[in-house]
């Protein structure tokens, strides 16, 4: 069998064993002691060739239903947006995509202006000081900014609303339960947190209170209000998850006092990909900026006093301080931060308050065209581009027959909340038309019915 | 901005240009400000750049050729496996019916993703040894806290709560003692001995009725196979501790040894190093998890399972540390590593741990002729040499590394690991021909005589590249970590 990866040639080896002083290369795997040595041949399928395994893979890709064989009104975290086509150009430069972390700077300036211009845009976008260079994805890096605001207040309480997308939720769980932080859930009170629930809970052993904007059901949580509350308790951190393409149009958490802001960077040129790669995004204050998990970039000079960038405050990197490390995280999403960048480059300073005004204006449509066959949308307060509606059905089976008409329905909401059985959490994103809602609108009051 | 410097995209910026082209707003326009009270509608618009199509695809065409990647030049980095990546995988991951697939639409439409993930992690299994494996993590790191967390469950499980200690080498990666303090442990460290090798003596001090797991990297960062390690294993198991595998160097052992047969009970694998998803510039990655017979139970939810001809997610785990990601992890990066194993097939992938092997000896027979090798048996895929001799001269391994980029290389890993005085860490890969090796150990030989000939033609470099060496010193004292207009 041949491997055209592998370009070693029997003469070739012939020399490096001559070289290196040995009969054959099996001398050299002879430190493995024989009770380890792997005897048959692993139980995996033959090599195949490139023409076979790309027919095989392509029939295989091709039974997914897919977001663009169907339209999709299905979001909750993960968003089916315009991409412009320069992205995957940009992307597939392969001194890209084949480089690793920058960490020789002089061949790297590529790399490490692009995560500057990242870290720019976010920083921007969020209203915060800094932004690193990206997180694995949202809900790690809000996982990441709960331990922060433990570690940092010296404080193991964290408040986190049930209006924070649930899968992000778990991870949170997950990584509280490494330094032992405790989390306390707090209920939505019509969709939206509850700030009496809040008030009550807020106390001098708070580290952090988790909010999302907007939230999991789509509503824009008053930060205003909750800024208030947290000013009775000022040592704990205002942390918030934030979907970047809703902070073109709403006020930024920065401009509420948030602490760090959180989210995942998807929304911005990345594929649905079945839930990754995404792109995580960390951003937080000037204060905090030596607590940041991650890398971050900065601007210097070189020797002749060009401007240049280089991987900096690497004393909080696991590669430096070790078991004392800000994080353990090593390998980010920087490829993806890459197409965020291009992205958000696209749409510029009108591009990108145009398309999250019109995400809101489409889901302002989908709720009259819900209204007008009937429906009954549950939550009245402001939205970004998602929405509850009550079906008063079994979702799944609403889904079923919704896939028969070509449609991805939205999600089942009874999954993650009881009290919510019988519910749909609808994305309308600017690449719904006006005739794809109205179909679906319909659709769903023809199934209601 | 001087006219030396290369610009920013937010220096190429000019109001009211446009690089987008947005869906029809096609519905009737309502007043948001009737919905939206007045203190959350935007005021300060965000400051992204506004540019040009070409303007954007100049721009970063232009950083791309300021950047050194596996296709543009040999990518010796040690422990970081950086071999070529494989053009076919770009193309599978990009099909429509994976791309574009949203992690929440119903187990039944998306069958075939579901197939490829099981068979990947049945695959992974077997190539490791192991009972079950989880796809979940997105990265090294977050695989070796995931299994951390797994074996902390376990104890506490049996009732063991005193298990507070994790033990690494001296010469491990530092995201070991990093995962351990993330997963609430205490990090121990083990020395190595003269050979490079886990110090048995030292291991036996360190164990006890403390030690939750022993972390290892298999073969280590040195480059070597640790020898003892069924003893090894031995030592940490009779003390009721777990031993858990670092994947990072799995390259150089592929169908010659499995970690399940060392008596690894967790296993983390890099899928961007050892199975070619490629690494992106620092990421993504992926990390699945392996775990033997008895950790199963604590795997992270969900897992995914076969029922007959039926793929389907088990989120009933009542022993499952939790999520450790949103979704299912990095489904992109895992379409890659399974289209590069599907190529390779058993033959394949040994022969590739056969050639990187074959590779790193030879570099490293011929480099110890003039560089110092402090541990002189056969390597596996990597080697660590010492610029000990050659900072005598005056020229540090800070030094040869800047030079090497004037021969249009990127430099191996250096002052990694820490027990090794001016360490220089290789890793030439299996996918290297026997000229690019020849050619990167001429520029080596060469560096050394300058060392000794001309040492300000080393200690100046680089020479060639689009900026000198940069200060660092002030980046990291005033950080100026965003761009601002004035």
Redesign the interface.
């Known amino acids: 069998m041949e491997f055209r990866y592998l370009p070693m040639t029997e003469r070739d080896k012939q020399e490096m064993l001559d070289t290196i002083g040995v009969k054959d290369s099996e001398e050299l795997f002879k430190d493995i002691p024989e009770k380890v040595r792997f005897k048959g041949e692993l139980d995996i399928k033959p090599p195949a060739n490139e023409f076979e395994l790309t027919k095989e893979l392509t029939r295989l890709a091709e039974t997914n239903v897919n977001l663009k064989s169907h339209t999709s009104f299905l979001g909750a975290g993960v968003y089916d947006h315009y991409i412009p086509s320069i992205v995957d150009h940009v992307i597939s430069r392969s001194e890209f995509y084949t480089a690793y972390t920058p960490y020789q700077p002089e061949i790297s300036q590529g790399e490490l202006q692009a995560i500057f211009e990242f870290q720019t845009m976010i920083s921007e976008l969020t209203g915060m000081d800094v932004a690193n260079s990206s997180m694995y994805d949202g809900g790690t890096a809000l996982a990441e900014a709960v331990n922060l605001s433990a570690g940092s207040t010296k404080k193991k309480k964290v408040i986190v609303s049930r209006a924070v997308h649930p899968e992000s939720r778990a991870v949170i769980q997950s990584y509280a339960n490494g330094p032992g932080v405790e989390i306390v859930e707090i209920d939505h009170k019509e969709g939206i947190t509850d700030l009496e629930a809040l008030a009550s809970e807020l106390d001098e052993n708070t580290a952090g209170v988790v909010i999302q904007y907007p939230n999991f059901f789509g509503q824009i949580e008053p930060l205003a209000e909750v800024r208030e509350l947290l000013d009775t308790q000022k040592k704990a951190m205002m942390i918030v998850s934030s979907n970047p393409l809703a902070l073109g149009y709403l006020t930024p958490p920065g401009e509420f006092g948030a602490d760090i802001v959180v989210g995942d960077a998807q929304v911005f040129g990345i594929p649905a990909q079945f839930g990754g790669p995404h792109c995580g995004y960390f951003a937080t204050t000037k204060k905090l900026m030596r607590k940041v998990p991650g890398r971050l970039v900065g601007q210097t000079k070189d020797e002749q006093g060009r401007r240049g960038f280089v991987l900096t405050l690497q004393a909080r990197e696991q590669h430096i301080r070790r078991d004392k490390a800000t994080s353990n995280i090593c390998s980010n999403q920087a490829l993806n931060a890459l197409a965020s960048s291009v992205a958000m480059s696209s749409l510029g300073k009108q591009g990108v308050k145009k398309m999250a005004w019109t995400n809101i204006q489409k889901t302002a449509y989908m709720k009259k065209a819900l209204e007008g066959n009937g429906l009954s949308v549950t939550y009245q307060g402001p939205f970004f581009n998602e929405l509850v509606v009550n079906l008063g059905t079994d979702i799944q089976k609403t889904t079923k027959r919704l896939l028969e008409k070509g449609f991805i329905g939205g999600y089942d909401l009874s999954t993650d909340y009881e009290e919510l059985s019988g519910h749909m959490l609808i994305a309308v994103t600017e690449v719904r038309s006006k005739e794809e809602i109205d179909k679906f609108a319909q659709e769903l009051g023809d199934l209601h019915e | 901005?001087?006219n030396?410097?290369?610009p920013?995209?937010?220096e190429h910026?000019q109001e009211?240009?446009?690089?987008?082209?947005?869906?029809?707003?096609?519905?009737?326009?309502?007043d948001?400000t009737e919905?939206?009270?007045d203190?959350?509608?935007?005021?300060?618009?965000?400051?992204?750049?506004?540019?040009s199509?070409l303007q954007?695809?100049r721009?970063?065409?232009?950083?791309?050729?300021?950047?050194?990647?596996?296709?543009?030049g040999f990518?010796p980095?040690g422990s970081?496996t950086?071999?070529?990546?494989?053009k076919?995988n770009?193309?599978?991951?990009?099909?429509?019916?994976?791309?574009?697939?949203?992690?929440?639409?119903?187990v039944e439409?998306?069958?075939?993703?579901l197939?490829?993930m099981y068979?990947l992690q049945t695959?992974l299994a077997?190539?490791t040894?192991m009972h079950t494996v989880t796809l979940q993590p997105?990265?090294?790191?977050?695989g070796?806290?995931t299994g951390l967390?797994m074996i902390r469950a376990y104890h506490e499980a049996n009732g063991d709560y005193g298990r507070t200690k994790v033990i690494v080498p001296d010469s491990a990666?530092?995201?070991n003692?990093?995962?351990?303090?993330?997963?609430?442990f205490?990090?121990v460290t083990v020395k190595s001995d003269e050979r490079g090798l886990v110090d048995l003596e030292d291991l036996k001090r360190v164990v006890g009725e403390d030690t939750a797991a022993l972390m290892l990297t298999n073969p280590n960062t040195l480059g070597?196979?640790e020898?003892h390690?069924?003893e090894m294993a031995a030592i940490i198991h009779e003390a009721g501790g777990k031993l858990y595998y670092d994947g990072a160097n799995l390259n150089a052992?592929l169908?010659?040894?499995?970690p399940g047969?060392?008596g690894f009970d967790v296993v983390h694998l890099n899928l961007?190093k050892t199975f070619t998803g490629?690494?992106?510039?620092?990421?993504?990655?992926s990390g699945p998890v392996g775990v033997t017979e008895e950790f199963a139970a604590y795997l992270?939810?969900p897992v995914l399972t076969k029922k007959e001809d039926h793929y389907v997610f088990d989120y009933d785990r009542p022993k499952s540390?939790?999520?450790?990601?949103?979704?299912?992890?990095?489904?992109?990066?895992n379409v890659r590593a399974y289209?590069y194993?599907?190529?390779?097939?058993?033959?394949?992938?040994?022969?590739?741990s056969?050639?990187a092997?074959?590779?790193a000896?030879?570099m490293m027979?011929?480099l110890e002729q003039e560089y110092e090798l402090p541990f002189t048996?056969?390597c596996?895929h990597e080697f660590v040499l010492s610029g000990k001799r050659q900072k005598k001269l005056g020229v540090r391994t800070l030094d040869i590394?800047?030079r090497l980029?004037d021969f249009g290389y990127?430099?191996p890993t250096i002052y990694?690991p820490l027990n090794v005085e001016e360490a220089l860490m290789v890793e030439p890969t299996?996918?290297?021909?026997?000229e690019t090796l020849d050619a990167f150990i001429d520029a080596m030989i060469q560096i050394s005589n300058e060392a000794k000939e001309n040492p300000e033609i080393v200690q100046e470099a680089?020479h060639t590249?689009?900026?000198?060496?940069?200060?660092?010193t002030?980046?990291?004292r005033k950080?100026?970590?965003?761009?601002n207009k004035d």
């Open positions: 901005m001087s030396q410097d290369f920013l995209i937010f910026s009211s240009r446009t690089g987008f082209s947005l869906p029809e707003m096609d519905v009737p326009e309502v948001l919905m939206l009270d203190r959350y509608i935007r005021k300060n618009e965000a400051d992204l750049p506004e540019v199509e954007i695809m721009h970063y065409t232009g950083l791309s050729t300021r950047n050194h990647g596996v296709d543009s990518y980095l970081c950086m071999k070529y990546n494989p076919m770009e193309d599978v991951a990009r099909l429509t019916g994976f791309s574009h697939i949203h992690p929440h639409q119903p439409t998306v069958q075939g993703a197939e490829l068979d695959t077997e190539i040894g997105a990265a090294g790191a977050h070796e806290w967390m990666h530092g995201t003692p990093a995962s351990a303090t993330v997963a609430g205490d990090a070597l196979f020898e390690i069924l052992i169908g010659y040894a499995r047969d060392m961007h490629p690494h992106g510039g620092g990421g993504p990655g992270p939810k540390i939790g999520r450790v990601k949103p979704y299912y992890g990095n489904f992109g990066i289209t194993i599907r190529t390779m097939g058993a033959e394949g992938l040994k022969k590739v056969e050639h092997v074959l590779n000896n030879y027979r011929r048996q056969h596996k590394a800047k980029l990127h430099p990694f299996e996918t290297e021909s026997k680089p590249t689009v900026v000198s060496r940069m200060d660092e002030t980046a990291a950080p100026i970590l965003r761009y």
